[in-house]
């Protein structure tokens, strides 16, 4: 991973390419104040700033033309960003000649969006910006590629302990291109979002009277925060529960809670009382899942549920319903393997 970067401050080159940073102006900072009141831009790109800290002014500009200087690959986008090309960039697109005595940690970076066809070949696995780049607006790649981790870890490590197979290796590929790929798609979105014309401004401002309404607001964040992710179940679970397939949130679970209980990086099945001939069905997998009985569940929606170590809800029983033995039996097989045989019982 790379580490934090407090002072980056990006400058996309619209389109393809972006430079910018933390700069510093004129030699008593107040250079910087007349980079804040520049126009954000025109035909030729667009200039944001993040305001004043410390005389540092937050720089990303964002220019269309794909030929500009340092658009390009090559040794010299791989060089320093220079006070000169900042200060060029600058000009070609506000026409205002700035000075900038100092910069601080400026990079430049396009907006590529390219995603491996699939994140498994052989042995070979693919994670994080391995697997897909993407513009980094909305500040998803780390977690995207931390989420592309954990669904992974856990596979491999039941593959080396001999339970795991090749269609659950290839599960990960199945659950987890999907959500790179919408990744992809939103950050486009977005990147179409900072064209500098007339029109797209008018859908800027659109866009932004929308996130006033508290639906849409939740609809981005569940997006850009990944914790909308479903990931579908390749068999029946035997109910619907709104959570299945998803990340279950932490909840008690008697004097504990479930994460607390996941902190091993096993597989938990709980069940209340009122689904005990759970712990009978799940018996043969034993051996590989965390099976706990419970008097009080923080969800009271659910009666027993199996969550995978990913923490992703495999199956469920609720408070309504009776428990689908024979849905939780596939469950079981699908991520942690056959049951172990009979003749194990007596070794
Ligand atoms: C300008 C910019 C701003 C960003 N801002 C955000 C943000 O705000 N929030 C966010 O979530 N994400 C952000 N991202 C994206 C985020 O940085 C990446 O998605 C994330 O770092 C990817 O992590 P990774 O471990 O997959 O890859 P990397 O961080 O690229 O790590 C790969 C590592 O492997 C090393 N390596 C490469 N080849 C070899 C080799 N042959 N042998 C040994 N080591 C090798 C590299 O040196 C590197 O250390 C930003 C990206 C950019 C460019």
Same mark, same amino acid.
């Given at each position: 991973m790379r580490g934090s970067e407090p002072f980056l401050h990006v400058a996309e080159h619209a389109r393809d390419h972006t430079v910018g940073g933390h700069c510093r102006g004129g030699r008593t900072g107040n250079r910087g104040a007349e980079l804040c009141q520049? #126009?954000? !831009? $025109?035909e030729h790109g667009s200039l944001q700033h993040g305001g004043l800290h410390d005389g540092w002014v937050r720089v990303r500009l964002n220019e269309r033309? %794909?030929?500009?200087? =340092? #658009?390009? +690959? =090559?040794d010299r986008e791989r060089s320093a960003v220079t006070v000169q090309e900042l200060r060029d960039a600058i000009q070609r697109v506000t026409g205002v000649d700035v000075a900038i005595t100092e910069i601080q940690e400026a990079r430049r970076f396009r907006d590529n969006s390219r995603q491996a066809a699939t994140y498994r070949k052989g042995q070979v696995l693919l994670a994080g910006d391995a697997a897909h780049v993407h513009s980094p607006l909305g500040g998803q790649g780390l977690n995207l590629g931390i989420m592309d981790a954990v669904n992974l870890g856990w596979k491999l490590a039941a593959v080396l302990r001999g339970f795991g197979h090749d269609q659950l290796l290839d599960s990960y590929t199945r659950e987890r291109h999907p959500v790179g790929a919408a990744v992809l798609n939103n950050t486009r979105a977005q990147a179409a979002l900072l064209a500098p014309t007339p029109q797209v401004k008018a859908l800027r401002e659109i866009m932004s009277d929308l996130m006033d309404i508290p639906d849409v607001k939740e609809y981005f964040g569940r997006m850009l925060s990944g914790v909308g992710v479903r990931y579908p179940m @390749?068999? $029946?679970?035997g109910t619907d529960h709104d959570l299945l397939g998803g990340h279950v949130p932490d909840f008690v679970v008697d004097d504990t809670t479930l994460y607390a209980i996941m902190s091993d990086g096993r597989p938990v099945l709980l069940h209340t009382p009122r689904a005990g001939e759970i712990r009978e069905a799940a018996e043969s997998w034993r051996d590989r899942v965390h099976i706990v009985p419970a008097l %009080? &569940? !923080?969800?009271?929606? &659910?009666?027993a549920a199996l969550i995978r170590p990913? !923490?992703?809800?495999?199956w469920a029983a609720t408070s309504f319903t009776s428990p689908n033995i024979t849905c939780l039996k596939t469950a079981l097989h699908t991520w942690f +393997?056959? @049951?172990?045989?009979?003749a194990d019982d007596d070794a």
């Amino acid at each position: 991973m790379r580490g934090s970067e407090p002072f980056l401050h990006v400058a996309e080159h619209a389109r393809d390419h972006t430079v910018g940073g933390h700069c510093r102006g004129g030699r008593t900072g107040n250079r910087g104040a007349e980079l804040c009141q520049l #126009a954000n !831009g $025109d035909e030729h790109g667009s200039l944001q700033h993040g305001g004043l800290h410390d005389g540092w002014v937050r720089v990303r500009l964002n220019e269309r033309d %794909v030929n500009t200087p =340092g #658009a390009r +690959g =090559g040794d010299r986008e791989r060089s320093a960003v220079t006070v000169q090309e900042l200060r060029d960039a600058i000009q070609r697109v506000t026409g205002v000649d700035v000075a900038i005595t100092e910069i601080q940690e400026a990079r430049r970076f396009r907006d590529n969006s390219r995603q491996a066809a699939t994140y498994r070949k052989g042995q070979v696995l693919l994670a994080g910006d391995a697997a897909h780049v993407h513009s980094p607006l909305g500040g998803q790649g780390l977690n995207l590629g931390i989420m592309d981790a954990v669904n992974l870890g856990w596979k491999l490590a039941a593959v080396l302990r001999g339970f795991g197979h090749d269609q659950l290796l290839d599960s990960y590929t199945r659950e987890r291109h999907p959500v790179g790929a919408a990744v992809l798609n939103n950050t486009r979105a977005q990147a179409a979002l900072l064209a500098p014309t007339p029109q797209v401004k008018a859908l800027r401002e659109i866009m932004s009277d929308l996130m006033d309404i508290p639906d849409v607001k939740e609809y981005f964040g569940r997006m850009l925060s990944g914790v909308g992710v479903r990931y579908p179940m @390749p068999y $029946d679970a035997g109910t619907d529960h709104d959570l299945l397939g998803g990340h279950v949130p932490d909840f008690v679970v008697d004097d504990t809670t479930l994460y607390a209980i996941m902190s091993d990086g096993r597989p938990v099945l709980l069940h209340t009382p009122r689904a005990g001939e759970i712990r009978e069905a799940a018996e043969s997998w034993r051996d590989r899942v965390h099976i706990v009985p419970a008097l %009080v &569940l !923080g969800r009271p929606d &659910l009666s027993a549920a199996l969550i995978r170590p990913d !923490g992703v809800l495999a199956w469920a029983a609720t408070s309504f319903t009776s428990p689908n033995i024979t849905c939780l039996k596939t469950a079981l097989h699908t991520w942690f +393997g056959p @049951p172990r045989p009979a003749a194990d019982d007596d070794a």
